[in-house]
């Protein structure tokens, strides 16, 4: 059975940092592409971005570009989303997922497993 889990969410004033875990089990984790995706409240989900197999290829949204770095541990079973320069409007439920591929996808339709979220508030 195949589970995502994430970790690291809470509350945090604008400026700060954040780095948010998302640990992979029950399948070949470097066989998977690792997306991170948001909800903000009353909005759609939204991709973050996405790091490749052997991390030799990250994505970002424009809005998170030179604030967030998206990292992996394929040892550990694990990917991580650095957030820092914490603005309000990073405030969102924030995912992640895996994708049985060599590329990323901005699609969440792409992604076959998804873990049940992490909240991040952004206060001033």
């Known amino acids: 059975q195949v589970r995502v889990m994430e970790f690291g969410g809470g509350s945090v004033q604008v400026g700060g940092s954040l780095r948010l875990s998302c640990t992979v089990s029950?399948?070949?984790?470097?066989?998977?592409?690792v997306g991170w995706f948001r909800q903000p409240p009353g909005k759609d989900v939204e991709m973050v971005g996405c790091?490749?197999?052997?991390?030799?290829?990250?994505s970002y949204a424009d809005d998170v570009k030179g604030r967030f770095n998206i990292s992996r541990d394929n040892a550990k079973n694990t990917g991580y989303l650095q957030m820092n320069s914490l603005k309000a409007e990073d405030t969102a439920m924030y995912y992640c997922?895996?994708?049985?591929?060599?590329?990323?996808?901005?699609?969440?339709?792409?992604?076959?497993?998804w873990g049940q979220g992490t909240q991040v508030n952004v206060s001033s």
């Open positions: 790091i490749s197999r052997w991390a030799d290829y990250t």
């Open positions: 029950g399948l070949t984790f470097d066989d998977y592409v």
């Open positions: 997922a895996a994708r049985r591929s060599y590329y990323c996808s901005d699609s969440q339709l792409a992604y076959e497993h």
